[in-house]
Each structure stands twice: as structure tokens, then as C-alpha cells.
């Protein structure tokens, strides 16, 4: 009996021993991945599992997420034989980022190559990092030559049913709203990023991609075929123009599969996904300014055929303090006073600079003026050398609406030629951020939200827009900048039933490094002094982010440094009752004092209530939000 006990203990080991060929922890422990063999044997399926350390206990966040992928000459799944791992080796890079979250970065991590080999002897490495912050993992064709069609990719993310997930229906656009489910009971193609709260609540993880360049296509997820399993998912053949699948040339990478994970702060303050893409090209980022702009299309339609809307929008600008004014669709028409040349030289007159909007001219169908000027290499480098000598300063470019291989290399042609020409860009009708920020910091923000322009295209977002807020800083806006194109106090074509508190809270909120401020000159111009003051100095851009409070769908939190001045937006969307926020200052140093100056909702939604109080580390205040309200709070050091 003995003997037979020992045994199985010995078949249990080395059952153990086959399933798990390799693993990679990362720098603080708290992240182990796992390299798993669902046959228990030396070849076969693969797949990762991800474990998560928190207050001492080991948990499985990830079960299972499913390797492999199919080649027009052959596959890479079934019958795969591990060679080798690699030992772990450090990934230890410092860098600075022009826009976003934080303006120091830190790229470290982990990292062990998987090698595997199919039946036809075809290499396949499989890269996987583990970070503090989360795990990345892609794949590698290591030979020198060849030019294939990837079929398909395998990878699928196995989620347990006991999992809180908010997810957006997939659309080209990318301009949905979240849906948060507790199970996987609806099956359909998802948009990136998909955020997940596992079971027992401690551990968050988001879903992403990243480092995506012209030799692929962005991709999706979909639970179509299981409900639990979320498979990374190429464009359909019917989802915009050209070829559906992606044409690699060996070597080859592909783009990063991002999963970020820890606590909800932690999830919300990472910078994984541009941590783990190409760096910046560009030596000389000195011309790239970050700034406010004022924007004419969300209260006037057609405002930019409109020389004298055109010199009001300017003179808000100028007024405010900001930096840009953005000349929207339809310039080439501009009448009643003055046309494009006019309205640039007025521009510079009064000390503001001038952005354009461009259509992508991808699509005949799509015929808002002007179209085909960006659309080639010639047409891009001479319209470039046209704004250098007008003083334009960045181009908005409209109309992408395809995530194939053919637009991901349209995006990057943009990119290097606006560079060449030192002109910002900001991509609009567009994909969400995959990490290009870092490796093109001239590219200043993208839509991929629905954001106030919808208050122009129906009722829905006067009604959905609290709730939807308080989704975006935990998903759209974790991956890249966002371009809402907040802060409106008037009414557009629809109403919002957001408080004014909560309307000027979104300039903080939400991060965009060009913030297109989309409001009429008297929705500003008729703030009291301290909203108003607000509105005109507030950054773009932060050295560091906090997320000190919130919960995805209820409330937001949100604390953004500016060298030695920190602001504060909050916002609320219970429909039904106020909310009291006990704001703590613990993350200021310590032995310093602050004045804080705090603007909070009034009496009704489109009231204000201000006050000056002088805060430290240790202090703490209450904070009232109405239902639909929200707060900005600006902490400066005392002289």
C-alpha cells in the first residue's frame, strides 16, 4: 500500500512537472506567469495562466489564455514542441514622455523567450514579460525571409463566470458606451480595452494591445464561438477597405497582447501599454506643444464656413489664455468676411495658433471638404509644406473607420510625414490608442470615445452621459489620450443634465494633450472668476496621476500633478442622491503647506460653491457632489 501511494505521489509530481514547462514573476513578485501544456506532456496546446499575489495569498486571476497561431503555409497550435525557455532576464529602461499620465516613466519588467518548434520543424518564440503593473506577452517569427498570410490568431482569454466585466460593443467608431455584466452571457465582438474585476473583488485586469505597426492589423475580441473564452479576433472582410487579412514579412513580431493588472489605482495610474512600445523616434521634441484649444463644430455644426464664427472662437482663445484654436471641417469654405488666409493671418494677429481638420479621404462615400489631401505621400508633403509656411501648427485628420493592416500603415505614413514637417496631429473617427503616443509624441490625442459631439447626433447622451463618464477614466481612457471635448455649460443641439461642478471636473478627469474645449465663447465667458480662472490655466499635461477614489459606472477621483501644483476633478453619477467625498491629502509631502482652492457644486446643478482653505499631508475635507455633480479642487504650494 505504501508503495502504491508513493507511486502516485511520483505521477502527480511529474504530472506537474510537464504541465508547467516555464514561468517569469515579476520585479516585486506580486505577477507570475506560467507556461502550461494542456496535454501534461513536451508538446501539444499551450497556454498561460496568471497568478496574483496579494496580502500573502496566491490567486489565479487568468486561468488560462489560450497560444497559437495559424500561417498560410502551415500552423502553429496543435502540435507544438517546447525546446527551451530562456532565463529571465531584466527589462530596465527610464523614460519621458511629452504627454500623458505622468512625465517620468519607467519601463520595467521581466522577461523570458519561450521557443517552441510545429511538426514541419517552423520556429515560433513566444516573448512573455512580467511586470508590476501587469504581463505582456507576443509573438516571433524568427526566420530571416519569407512573406505569409497570418489566417488567424489563437489567443483567447479564458474568463471566469464569477467576473465583473465592462465591456463596449464593437464598432469601428469606437464611440460606444460600456456595458458592465457580471457574466459572460452575451456573446458578440468586443472593443479594446476590456476592463475585469475578479471574483473576489482585490485583483482588476484590463484587456489591451499595443505596439502595433504596419506589418498587422489591429484586432478585437470576441466570445462568439465560447462565451467564457474572449479570442484576440482580426477585422472581418466587411469592416473597411482592403484585404481583411494581415501580410507579414519574416522576421516578425507581433503586436503586444497587454493585460494590466493590480488594484483599481494601480490599473487606472499605468502607462503599460506605451511602456512596452517602439521608443520615440524623434530627437527633437521641442516643437511639440501641448495645450487648450477652443472648438466651434460642437455648438455650430458648420461654424468654419463662417470667417466671423472663425475670428469669435480665436478671441475666446486668446481671452482664455489658450494656445490653439482648431479650424474644423469645411475651411475651404469660408465665407462672409474673410476667407482661410484672412482668418490665419487674424489668428496669428492676436497671439493664438491655429490647428486644421482634414478628411482621411479613405472613403467616396464620405465627402466632407477637404477630402484628398492627406490621403497619398505627395499630397501629404506638399499640403505639410503649405501649413509651414501659414503657421498651422497640427492637423486633426477625420474618417479612419478600418482597423486592417492597409489603415494601420495610413496612420504611420501620417505620422512619419507630419514629423519630417514638425506638425502635430490628432486623429479623429479613429481607433483607440495602441501606444504610438510613445513612439510618435507629436500625436497629441484620438477620439475613440463617444464623447460631447454626440450631444449633437441624438437624446441618448443627455441621459447615458453621468454613468458613461465615470466608465471612461477605468477603460478608454487608461490606454491614451482622449479627446471628449469636454466642459460645456451651455447646451448643444441636446441637453446634458450634468452639473456645471461636473462638466468643469472633466477637464481634469479625463487626459488629452491637445483638449479641445467645446463650449460656445459665453458658456466661458460667463463663469464666475473661479471657474473661469480654472478653465484657464489648467494643464494638458501631468508629471504623475492618482486615481484617490471611484468605482467604474458611481464616481471618479482623480488627482493630476503639474510640477508642484496638483488639481483634483471629481465626479458623481447616482441619479438618485448626492454624494459626500472625504478628500485625504496624504499623498502630499510631508511638512508642507497648501492652498487649496475648491469648486464644488452649489445649490442647483448650474451653480458653483468656492472656497479657500489651507491644507497638508494630514488634513482631510468633505466634499458634496449632487447626483449628476462633480468638483475640481486646485492645491498650490505656500510661498
Known sequence: MKQRITFLIFLLIAANGFAQKASVSSPNNKIKVNLINSQNADRGTWHLKIDYLQDNNLSEIISQINLGLSRSDQDFLNELKFIKADKPVLIKEAYSSVSGKSSQRSNLGNEVVLYFENPSKSRLNIIVRAYNDGVTFRYEFPERKGTFTIRDELTAYKIQDSTSRWLEKFDLSNEGLYHHMKDASVQQDWCYPALFNAGDHSCWYLIHEADIDSNFAATKLSNTISASEYKVTLPAEEEGLGEALPVINLPWKSPWRVIIIGSLAEVVESTLVEDVSTPSVLEDTDWI?????????????????????????????????????????????????????????????????????????????????????????????????????????????????????????????????????????????????????????????????????????????????????????????????????????????????????????????????????????????????????????????????????????????????????????????????DKTQTLKFDFLPQGESYKLTLIADGEHDKAFSTEYLMVDKSSTIDVKMLRRGGFVAHIQPME
Open 289 to 577: 506643444q501641448p495645450g487648450l484649444a477652443s472648438w466651434n463644430y460642437w455648438s455650430h455644426n458648420h461654424g468654419t464656413k463662417d470667417f466671423k464664427t472663425v475670428t469669435e472662437f480665436a478671441d475666446l482663445a486668446a481671452e482664455m489664455g489658450w494656445k490653439y484654436t482648431l479650424l474644423d471641417w469645411e475651411w475651404d469654405q469660408m465665407g462672409n468676411g474673410g476667407n482661410l488666409e484672412d482668418a490665419l493671418q487674424y489668428i496669428h494677429s492676436i497671439g493664438v495658433k491655429p490647428l486644421m481638420w482634414y478628411n482621411s479621404g479613405m472613403f467616396k462615400w464620405i465627402t466632407s471638404t477637404p477630402v484628398d489631401r492627406m490621403k497619398t505621400h505627395e499630397n501629404r508633403i506638399e499640403e505639410f509644406a503649405k501649413l509651414n509656411k501659414l503657421g498651422v501648427y497640427g492637423v486633426k485628420i477625420d474618417f479612419f473607420l478600418s482597423e486592417k493592416q492597409e489603415m494601420m500603415k495610413y496612420y504611420l505614413d501620417i505620422l512619419e510625414d507630419a514629423a519630417k514637417h514638425k506638425m502635430m496631429v490628432y486623429f479623429h473617427g479613429c481607433l483607440v490608442p495602441r501606444g504610438w503616443q510613445r513612439t510618435y509624441p507629436h500625436l497629441m490625442t484620438y477620439e475613440g470615445v463617444r464623447g460631447a459631439e454626440w450631444y449633437n447626433n441624438g437624446p441618448e447622451l443627455t441621459t447615458t452621459a453621468p454613468e458613461h463618464n465615470n466608465v471612461l477614466p477605468f477603460t478608454r481612457n487608461i490606454v491614451g489620450s482622449m479627446d471628449y471635448t469636454p466642459a460645456t455649460f451651455t447646451n448643444s443641439q441636446y441637453p446634458h443634465i450634468t452639473s456645471y461642478g461636473h462638466e468643469l471636473a472633466l477637464s481634469v478627469v479625463f487626459e488629452s494633450a491637445i483638449q479641445h474645449m467645446a463650449d460656445r465663447p459665453e458658456g466661458y465667458q460667463n463663469l464666475p472668476h473661479a471657474p473661469k480662472s480654472f478653465l484657464q490655466h489648467v494643464p494638458t499635461t501631468w508629471d504623475e496621476t492618482k486615481l484617490l477614489d471611484g468605482y467604474p459606472g458611481e464616481f471618479t477621483i482623480m488627482a493630476r500633478r503639474k510640477d508642484n501644483d496638483w488639481y483634483i476633478g471629481g465626479i458623481n453619477s447616482d441619479g438618485d442622491k
